[in-house]
């Protein structure tokens, strides 16, 4: 299959564009409690959407299935599931220290963790960055951790700020919580690293572009799973299963509308799956520098979610020092993401040509 690295950082910006607002419907469900918006939004994002999208777009997909190694779909499913941990120690930092700074660091450390671990696993990870334009890649993700590093100073002045105003700032809580979110969540890019196997087959079967949508019923199954479990238990303890037949009042008296708290949970998840539908339509055309997506993905995710909360002005009424340090986080971003495409073009055309060449 042809690739073409450009659709591809295309694709995966798309992605991140999806995550970066996944979690904006949640304001459209006030008197719901966390427990409730959560796990409708897991229903829909790791369970409903992967099924049904993969059964649209991966032809045998039930062959598919069978066919792939059982220990393949076993370690994708698991390391899926010790994500979903991942997943709610992400939305406790979020309580903690704000949604910039764990977007920042929480995704600093996936991208870093998603994109080596997986090939030092496979043994192969100096070998990627030895291929034509390998070094412009390496040179394109270390520049983006700068870019992360500058948004993540930038979400720490801000949250700084802002706790003066009575906030529930707590940097020793959010900063432990944080990192085990990061870490989690770079065991599903290695989760996904890991069902590859699926897609080679996926692929025989003509899924094409979509060869990857049949892995992510696994990966995503087994994060569904563990907060099918662990918020099952929350709703039972707090007695809130009711807020999903009846929308609890406000202290004002005021009672939302169901069907719009519905609409919101699963727009939620809807969202959360689109990053990766596009991840997987970006991977694939990545070609040689496949390993990168992990990293691209995150690097994206970031830029998006900072550059709309400036479009949303959650940046008005700071100061200037801590405006401009997110501007140089941004603009660096887009420097790592020019450097990142260029190498993989380059690394892309030295292959074609040596094809051509008869070499």
Same mark, same amino acid.
Not at 322 to 328: P, R
């Given at each position: 299959? @042809?690739?073409?690295?450009?659709?591809? *950082?295309?694709? $995966?910006?798309?992605?991140?564009?999806?995550?970066?607002?996944?979690?904006?419907?949640?304001?459209?469900?006030?008197?719901?409690? =966390?427990?409730?918006?959560?796990?409708? &939004?897991? !229903?829909?994002?790791?369970?409903?959407?992967?099924?049904?999208?993969?059964?649209?777009?991966?032809?045998?997909?039930?062959?598919?299935?069978?066919?792939?190694?059982?220990?393949?779909?076993?370690?994708?499913?698991?390391?899926?599931?010790?994500?979903?941990?991942?997943? &709610?120690?992400?939305?406790?930092?979020?309580?903690?220290?704000?949604?910039?700074?764990?977007?920042?660091?929480?995704?600093?450390?996936?991208?870093?963790?998603?994109?080596?671990?997986?090939?030092?696993?496979?043994?192969?990870?100096?070998?990627?960055?030895?291929?034509?334009?390998?070094?412009?890649?390496?040179?394109? !993700?270390? *520049?983006?951790?700068?870019?992360?590093?500058?948004?993540?100073?930038?979400?720490?002045?801000?949250?700084?700020? *802002?706790?003066?105003?009575?906030?529930?700032?707590?940097?020793?809580? +959010?900063?432990?919580?944080?990192?085990?979110?990061?870490?989690?969540?770079?065991?599903?890019?290695?989760?996904?690293?890991?069902?590859?196997?699926?897609?080679?087959?996926?692929?025989?079967?003509?899924?094409?572009?979509?060869?990857?949508?049949?892995?992510?019923?696994?990966?995503?199954?087994?994060?569904?799973?563990?907060?099918?479990?662990?918020?099952?238990? *929350? $709703?039972?303890?707090?007695?809130?299963?009711? @807020?999903?037949?009846?929308?609890?009042?406000?202290?004002?008296?005021?009672?939302?509308?169901?069907?719009?708290?519905?609409?919101?949970? !699963?727009?939620?998840?809807?969202?959360? =799956?689109?990053?990766?539908? /596009?991840?997987?339509?970006? $991977?694939?055309? &990545?070609?040689?520098?496949?390993?990168?997506?992990?990293?691209? $993905?995150?690097? &994206? !995710?970031?830029?998006?979610?900072?550059?709309?909360?400036?479009?949303?002005?959650?940046?008005?009424?700071?100061?200037?020092?801590?405006?401009?340090?997110?501007?140089?986080?941004?603009?660096?971003?887009?420097?790592? /993401?020019?450097?990142?495409? =260029? +190498?993989?073009?380059?690394?892309?055309?030295?292959?074609?040509?040596?094809?051509?060449?008869?070499?």
């Amino acid at each position: 299959m @042809e690739s073409n690295v450009f659709l591809g *950082v295309a694709l $995966h910006a798309i992605g991140g564009l999806a995550a970066s607002t996944c979690f904006v419907p949640q304001k459209g469900t006030p008197n719901w409690s =966390y427990q409730s918006f959560w796990l409708l &939004m897991c !229903l829909a994002s790791w369970l409903l959407m992967p099924i049904g999208v993969a059964f649209l777009t991966v032809p045998d997909l039930v062959d598919v299935i069978k066919e792939s190694p059982n220990d393949v779909l076993v370690n994708t499913t698991l390391l899926g599931a010790v994500y979903g941990f991942g997943g &709610m120690a992400f939305g406790l930092a979020i309580r903690y220290i704000g949604f910039s700074l764990t977007y920042s660091i929480a995704i600093g450390i996936s991208a870093i963790l998603g994109t080596v671990v997986p090939g030092i696993l496979n043994g192969n990870l100096i070998a990627n960055f030895q291929k034509p334009g390998g070094l412009l890649v390496l040179a394109g !993700l270390t *520049v983006s951790l700068l870019g992360v590093a500058f948004c993540g100073l930038a979400g720490f002045r801000k949250e700084k700020e *802002v706790s003066k105003e009575g906030s529930t700032f707590d940097a020793k809580k +959010g900063t432990v919580i944080v990192i085990l979110a990061g870490i989690l969540s770079a065991v599903f890019g290695i989760s996904l690293e890991q069902g590859a196997p699926i897609d080679a087959i996926a692929e025989a079967k003509g899924a094409g572009n979509f060869q990857g949508n049949a892995k992510f019923i696994f990966a995503m199954g087994g994060a569904f799973i563990t907060n099918l479990i662990w918020w099952s238990v *929350v $709703h039972f303890r707090a007695k809130t299963w009711k @807020e999903y037949t009846k929308v609890p009042q406000s202290t004002d008296g005021k009672s939302g509308s169901l069907p719009t708290y519905l609409f919101f949970g !699963l727009l939620a998840g809807v969202l959360w =799956y689109c990053q990766f539908f /596009f991840y997987g339509l970006g $991977h694939v055309q &990545m070609g040689a520098f496949k390993f990168i997506s992990w990293g691209i $993905h995150m690097s &994206m !995710l970031i830029f998006f979610s900072f550059g709309i909360g400036l479009i949303l002005k959650e940046w008005s009424g700071l100061s200037k020092k801590v405006t401009n340090t997110l501007l140089v986080g941004l603009a660096v971003l887009l420097g790592a /993401f020019g450097l990142i495409t =260029y +190498g993989s073009y380059i690394g892309e055309n030295s292959g074609t040509e040596a094809t051509s060449n008869g070499h």
